[in-house]
């Protein structure tokens, strides 16, 4: 009898340890799901308080600061083609045309379908406001 009873706990200690595996291995998986999600949201609003204060740069006419703001945000990023199309929006205001046009064209490089908020600051147009 006493067989039994050591045998019949051995096997509740496995089970007990095979749900104890399973509902870690659950905690595990929600962690990293949601700390994926955090991370998500964290990017976006770090682009977007960056976004905002480059506009608010621009809306300033602090097209100096703008610039600077934007060669640091491209040492990290280079390849960051909002910072090259507010550079460029910079450079266009300090009077410095083909640095601006150079921008422009290195966003477009990156982000094709920017095509329409880019082309009229390339051209003889008359470029609107609104970011890409």
């Not at 089970?15 to 991370?39: D, E, K, P, Y």
């Not at 982000?111 to 003889?124: A, E, V």
Request: with cysteine; proline share 4%.
């Amino acid at each position: 009898m006493d067989t039994e009873i050591l045998q019949t706990l051995h096997e509740i200690r496995g089970l007990l340890f095979a749900i104890t595996v399973i509902v870690c291995i659950g905690v595990a998986v929600w962690v990293l799901r949601a700390g994926t999600q955090i991370a998500v949201n964290l990017r976006s609003a770090v682009a977007a308080n960056w976004k905002r204060t480059a506009n608010a740069l621009f809306e300033k006419k602090q097209y100096e600061a703008l610039s600077r703001y934007c060669q640091t945000r491209l040492q990290k990023a280079p390849n960051d083609a909002l910072a090259l199309w507010w550079l460029g929006r910079a450079c266009r205001e300090l009077g410095q045309q083909e640095l601006s046009q150079q921008h422009f064209r290195r966003a477009l490089e990156i982000h094709p379908t920017w095509k329409s908020s880019i082309d009229p600051y390339l051209g003889d147009g008359k470029p609107g406001d609104a970011s890409p």
